[in-house]
């Protein structure tokens, strides 16, 4: 994989009609301007994510091909216990996974509360392009699953298990809003939905041909209610991509993003005029207005990526941080300004 990444790098470098892309470079010997592609993703273990991307996103691909194979690093790696087939369990030790993806021209699909199937973001792809659906859920997403070809496994993993058992010791069942992951973690100043506790891999993309995707994927809050789902794999709430404008994605405490449709709000803003980074503040300020006294509580952080490839980012609590990947650097890392 080293050397591959390596001559892509190299192959990038050197031939500048790859690094813009086919279209692009005929763009440009026309005269127009020519669209830098660029993917984005929430978190450190976005790096990878948009390496996998820009594999195919840096060589004249597809957005939504680009956010499919970065989505699916994260869900696949066994040390990342917040997003696929390595997350903790709800509070009775089933692993549920959660995804969307989403097409600029408005095309989508998702899953929601997926077991046995290592890679929900390729389902939700096959939702999106192979029924008139746009959300399957529980046994009837785990059917579809097998239909298509898709693998059972058992996804609980060793690790996993040892840290549900851990938490069982003091587990408190109380259906509180956030209740089940209120004890989790043992450092100083853990939180729900807090830096140490994050949830999902939220990834934009913007190809050279100026088409957009998004894609969103997570096992959700460690220790959840069984049947639980966050914003992730809801259109509108943890993802939304729109051509005409841009894209934004979410992560933290669902639930409240979910309350103020949160990454359609951003797109939204961003419409009416708003900067990427302006319309992220203006998601995230309406949760503290709306509960200023539990916002101190928990993270909440939104990303965007608008149609000329501007990136903007912003949290409730300090700790938020995005990946970016273009043709002049694959490992960027920023912090997200935040309210707290």
């Known amino acids: 994989m080293t050397d591959r990444r390596g001559f892509l790098t190299a192959a990038l470098r050197g031939v500048p009609a790859l690094a813009l892309g086919a279209s692009a470079a005929a763009a440009t010997a026309r005269g127009a301007k020519a669209i830098a592609p660029r993917v984005v993703s929430t978190w450190d273990f976005g790096v990878a994510a948009n390496r996998a991307a820009w594999a195919l996103l840096g060589v004249d691909g597809r957005a939504l091909d680009a956010v499919e194979a970065g989505a699916r690093v994260p869900e696949a790696d066994l040390k990342n216990h917040s997003v696929g087939r390595a997350g903790y369990p709800d509070r009775d030790g089933h692993v549920s996974l959660d995804a969307s993806i989403m097409d600029g021209d408005g095309s989508c699909g998702a899953v929601a509360a997926l077991e046995h199937i290592a890679h929900p973001i390729s389902v939700a792809r096959a939702v999106m392009e192979k029924t008139p659906h746009v959300l399957l859920a529980g046994d009837g997403a785990l059917q579809f699953a097998l239909e298509q070809g898709f693998t059972r496994e058992e996804l609980l993993t060793t690790e996993s298990e040892q840290a549900w058992q851990e938490w069982l010791k003091k587990a408190q069942y109380a259906p509180a809003v956030n209740g089940e992951v209120k004890n989790y973690g043992a450092r100083p100043g853990d939180m729900p939905g807090g830096k140490n506790n994050h949830d999902t891999l939220g990834m934009l993309a913007l190809d050279a041909h100026g088409n957009m995707a998004g894609a969103c994927t997570t096992s959700g809050m460690a220790w959840k209610l069984r049947g639980r789902v966050g914003d992730s794999p809801i259109i509108g709430a943890g993802l939304y991509v729109d051509n005409e404008v841009g894209a934004a994605t979410s992560t933290g405490v669902g639930e409240e993003v979910i309350r103020i449709a949160g990454s359609f709000l951003v797109v939204e803003l961003m419409r009416q005029g708003r900067s990427p980074r302006e319309a992220c503040r203006e998601a995230v300020m309406r949760i503290v207005r709306r509960k200023p ?17 501007d990136v903007g980012a912003f949290a409730l609590q300090k700790g938020f941080n995005y990946a970016i990947c273009d043709a002049s650097k694959q490992d960027a890392l920023r912090p997200a300004e935040s309210v707290y």
């Open 293 to 309: 006294k539990s916002a101190r509580e928990i993270q909440v952080g939104f990303l965007a990526l608008d149609r000329h490839g």
